[in-house]
């Protein structure tokens, strides 16, 4: 029994990964000259490992600690809605938490506690519905800044109804975010280690009337029983692959429902900190409006800051090209720390949305199309369905929600389904 899976981002190694364990015969086919896919460490741009894509373990109890505890990774803890410094409305600097305790406006943008207020419409999207419930404009803003721009677009394209159904299922509150010091990649070569991967290797048409037939851009065929697809959503709504026969009805109507938001980075080295070095992460008032720095609790003297925008936010910076983009960043910055001559060493930016290979950073719902992700998950045998696109709801856009469906194809593949 040979499995062919395509892509080998987390979804793909990890399919690769169960697969193996369970002594199946893997071949993964990974387009570019490198495995991670969002998954992105960089040891390039500067003396200390920083994250082109993925950056934090999102939460404490996800199955990504499996293998840091495993393969003894270093980690920093870092709690984003207390510790973040935020810049309010009024020109006010403080932590996220200090917001929280004195000013209402802030408090209340913390839209994640949604519980006893009135559920959203199923077309609603999150801007409309949060308006409906009383949000003011000023507060609005603030959601838009912080939760909205981690959600990868603006408020009126994500769908009202699933960022409910998420934040009520993390009631329990576990917000907390954690680096691996070593980098992400730590995490996807161990994954990846003794795998059959071929790089450079782009695959154009899947036929799948039988078993599975291959084809790739430079004239390869790999034959298979079976296939997971872990390609982004992007690349599928793109066709960049040629299905034979095409794929059937629930397929298309998942696409329809989900879309890619444009996310991005731009990172920047300092010669020297720019703040006190305990401060980990920024909330500015203008674009972008995320920063954090992978310098945050190093012992090495290197400074880098990475800037995190999505939505609006990162159509605008498209608009600009990489250098004026990098340029407004660096003046939103200054603005921010207070120091009109700060001035950087290099800098770059990471432009998923306009990447062949991803085609967006992550995907989102979008409004009347909560089952999309559902639909998108369905195997259709020999084809089966992974990626941070078929995530369930509550692990979307995350490296551990990627990591689980290439787990969940590998166990249909194997035994029906059962996990
Ligand atoms: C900027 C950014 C920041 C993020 N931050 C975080 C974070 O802090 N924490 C977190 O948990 N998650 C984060 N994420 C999300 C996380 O990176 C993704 O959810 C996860 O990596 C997706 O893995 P995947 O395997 O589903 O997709 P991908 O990693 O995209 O893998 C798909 C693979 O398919 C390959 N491919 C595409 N087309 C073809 C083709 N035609 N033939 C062969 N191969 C092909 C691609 O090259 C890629 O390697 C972030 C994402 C971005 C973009």
């Known amino acids: 029994m040979t499995t062919i899976v395509i892509g080998a981002g987390i979804a793909g190694l990890s399919a690769g990964y169960h697969l193996t364990q369970a002594g199946r015969e893997v071949i993964l086919l990974e387009a570019r000259d490198r495995i991670g896919g969002r998954v992105w460490t960089n040891r390039d741009f500067a003396d200390i490992p920083v994250e082109f894509g993925a950056e934090l373990i999102h939460g404490a109890k996800i ?16 709690q984003k809605t207390d510790d973040s410094m935020v ?28 519980q006893d207020i009135d559920e959203p419409m199923s077309e609603e999207d999150l801007g409309t519905y949060l308006k409906r419930i009383g949000f003011t404009d000023e507060q609005l803003r603030y959601v838009q800044r912080s939760y909205a721009n981690a959600e990868g677009e603006a408020m009126d394209k994500l769908n009202a109804a699933a960022h409910a159904t998420v934040l009520q299922s993390s009631e329990d509150g576990d917000f907390s975010d954690h ?19 071929r790089l450079n290797t782009v695959v154009t048409e899947i036929d799948w009337s039988d078993d599975v037939t291959v084809k790739t851009a430079d004239g390869q065929t790999f034959t298979g029983d079976n296939a997971v697809i872990t390609v ?9 692959i040629q299905f034979t026969p095409e794929l059937p009805q629930v397929k298309h109507e998942a696409l329809a ?22 401060i980990g992460a920024i909330y500015a008032k203008d674009s972008p409006p995320m920063w954090w720095s992978p310098s945050l609790r190093r012992d090495e003297d290197t400074i880098v800051w990475t800037a995190f925008f999505s939505g609006n936010y ?23 720390v207070g120091n009109p001559e700060l001035t950087y060493k290099q800098a770059r930016w990471v432009n ?14 979008l409004p009347g199309h909560l089952d999309a992700r559902d639909k998108l998950a369905q195997p259709t045998p020999p084809l089966y369905w992974a990626g941070e696109g078929a995530a369930p709801l509550d692990q979307v856009a995350v490296v551990h929600g990627a990591y689980f469906t290439g787990q969940r194809a590998a166990n249909e593949i194997i035994n029906g389904g059962e996990l």
């Open 179 to 197: 680096r691996i010091l070593d980098g992400y990649d730590s995490y996807y070569n161990a994954l990846a280690d003794g795998l059959d991967i």
């Open 63 to 78: 199955s990504t600690w499996e293998w840091v505890e495993k393969l003894g990774l270093k980690t920093v803890h870092w």
């Open 232 to 240: 982004t959503v992007g690349v599928l709504k793109a066709n960049a």
């Open 352 to 365: 998923w949305p306009q990447d062949e290979f991803s085609r967006g950073g992550y995907s989102y719902c």
């Open 257 to 278: 429902g989900i879309d890619m938001g444009p996310v991005m980075k731009m990172v920047y080295e300092f010669e020297e900190p720019i703040l006190d070095r305990s």
């Open 314 to 336: 990162a159509r605008e910076m498209l608009e600009l090209g990489e250098e004026k983009a990098l340029q407004k960043g660096l003046e939103t910055l200054r603005e921010e």
């Open 87 to 114: 810049r309010l409305e009024d020109g006010r600097w403080m932590t996220m938490r200090e917001a929280r305790e004195t000013s209402p406006e802030f408090d209340i943008t913390r839209s994640w506690i949604l």
